[in-house]
């Protein structure tokens, strides 16, 4: 006698409740659209919140501040960076004759960082620590937003997009160095803007080439495209990047590569027969156009004050103000090459992923009173640690699905999977190549957006797909949540250690957790 099949549940049986709490808010027309806005909205004004609110603070220039305030400043007034006498910094805090002179000062990053400053500054004066900082906190915001968009773009999933986009918002590498006037949180701001173009381009583009053509060239070739706008403002998002500072060269050259590679496994998929050869010498040429001769245009830019004045450093070297330009790339090529000084708060990038040496962005002489005799005021690039270890092994993990596929010849499991792979590969490998330079901890603020968007897809996972078992998909989520809500109360447990909140020394002491924190 044969049994009869048991029926399944109804799928509505078979969801958890935030499964079903979920579908009964996306697939209602009108919550869905409003949850499509409010979701952003509420992540980027958590950005907000926490990295305008009292932005002032400290009433100091910090840290690298000394530098990159006093040249965006001297930007504003002479068009170039000039020469700042004794006693500069006291004198932008009180407003005394500011000891600057119009001679050229040798510096060693492009100037559209410091531009950026010194709008804010024009704002508030030169005095005011909040025109320091708002162009920096601004685009901190903003970053988040991209983060958002990205991850967004990705996985389709607008939960995935606000854990990945909160993840950033809540973490406090992100909220340090987009409350201080460095420039890496504008690198990383324009990095994000031209990693989300690329991603425009790339939904726009590969449903072209996968398409038949009966029209078009010979199979074996497959179309060269010369119509890709986001490619052309993917260009001028990078070639930003790079006019802030260099680094951003290296993500130029990844994101142009993964261009390339994509065109290729398109083509491929549409059956073209030397897919990739007519990716790398039919489009690639054209692709480059687009991509590179925009960077190109907007890097130059960027020098225009220096191009326009007589003043600017090394711009008399040669009558040719573009040979003079070169000349003086050569010099801050020659200084970068050479930069193996000291530095208490130096770190390779062979440490950065286990978090071994922070930096102290500024530590208060007085802290003023917190309720006991020993205080301290410190603003610390320590990431949430939780959000820092998860992130990496997150990436980890997708590497290693991805060598997986390789081996296995067996598909990766699409962009949601490889493109923070691309991002990471562009904004950490190749600082591994410099083991004796200067450099920093918090030169990971770029990595961060590719790191919690490797982990809120990572979290996904572990979440449960719709068709696993009820059981599994319950345990996964209520793990998922639980990181989550241990993830947002260790932020609130370092938030005063990332804006300079005066505390006991003691409580300070609980967030060393490593010796080279302290």
């Known amino acids: 006698m044969i049994e009869p099949v048991p029926l399944l549940p109804p799928a509505e049986d078979r969801l958890t409740r935030y499964g079903r709490l979920r579908d009964r808010i996306l697939l209602d027309p009108d919550w869905g659209r409003m949850l499509r806005w409010f979701a952003p909205l509420v992540v980027t004004a958590l ?59 040798f510096v060693v990053h492009p100037p559209l960082g410091k531009w950026l400053i010194a709008l804010g500054m024009a704002l508030g004066g030169p005095d005011n620590t909040v025109g320091w900082r708002l162009a920096t906190a601004l685009l901190g915001t903003a970053t988040v937003l991209l983060v958002y968009l990205v991850a967004r773009r990705l996985t389709g999933s607008i939960v ?34 031209g990693a989300l173009f690329i991603l425009y381009d790339r939904d726009r583009t590969i449903p072209i080439l996968e398409r038949p053509d009966p029209d078009g060239p010979d199979p074996m070739w497959g179309r060269v495209l010369w119509r890709r706008p986001w490619l ?60 590179i001769v925009p960077a190109a245009a907007t890097y130059l830019v960027s020098w225009t004050g220096w191009l326009v004045t007589a003043g600017g450093y090394a711009r008399q070297s040669d009558p040719n103000p573009l040979i003079a330009l070169w000349n003086y790339h050569r010099a801050i090529l020659d200084f970068h090459v050479g930069l193996t000084r000291g530095h208490p708060y130096a770190s390779p ?54 060598v997986r596929a390789w081996i296995t010849r067996r598909p990766v499991g699409g962009p949601a999977l490889t493109f923070p792979l691309v991002g990471l590969a562009a904004t950490y490998v190749p600082w591994l190549m410099f083991p004796e330079r200067t450099i920093f901890q918090f030169y990971t603020v770029a990595m961060a957006p590719f790191l919690v968007i490797a982990l809120a897809v990572v979290l996904r996972q572990i979440a449960g797909r719709r068709q696993d078992p009820l059981h599994r998909r319950q345990a996964g989520e209520r793990t998922v949540l639980i990181f989550l809500a241990v993830v947002v109360l260790v932020s609130a447990f370092y938030y005063p250690v990332w804006t300079g909140v005066s505390v006991p020394y003691d409580f300070w002491l609980l967030h060393n957790w490593l010796p080279g924190w302290v």
């Not at 950033?168 to 803007?193: E, H, K």
């Not at 998002?237 to 496994?265: E, P």
Request: glycine share 8%; charged share 10%.
């Open 47 to 105: 950005a907000a919140v926490l990295r305008l609110v009292n932005l002032g603070h400290p009433h100091h220039l910090a840290f690298d501040e000394t530098y990159y305030v006093k040249d965006a400043w001297s930007l504003w007034l002479l068009g170039y960076e000039g020469t700042w006498g004794e006693n500069a910094n006291e004198a932008f805090i009180t407003l005394q004759e500011l000891p600057l002179s119009d001679a050229g000062s």
């Open 160 to 193: 995935v997009a606000s854990v990945a986009g909160t993840l950033l918002a809540i973490d406090g590498l992100s909220i340090v160095m987009s409350r201080t006037a460095l420039l890496d949180g504008p690198l990383t701001f324009f990095l994000m803007l």
């Open 232 to 291: 052309i403002a993917a260009g001028v998002a990078l070639g930003a990047a790079c006019a802030v500072k260099w680094s951003g060269l290296y993500a130029l050259a990844a994101f142009g590569l993964y261009v390339v590679v994509t065109d290729a496994l398109a083509r491929r998929r549409a059956g073209v027969v030397l897919w990739p050869t007519a990716a790398a010498f039919t489009q690639g040429p054209v692709s480059f156009v687009l991509l």
């Open 349 to 402: 990038a062979w440490e950065w992923p286990f978090l071994l040496r922070p930096t102290a962005v500024w530590v208060g002489s007085d802290p003023g009173p917190c309720g006991v005799d020993h205080c301290i005021a410190v603003i610390s690039t320590i990431p949430n640690p939780l959000i820092w270890y998860a992130s990496v092994a997150a990436a980890v993990y997708l590497l290693y699905r991805l």
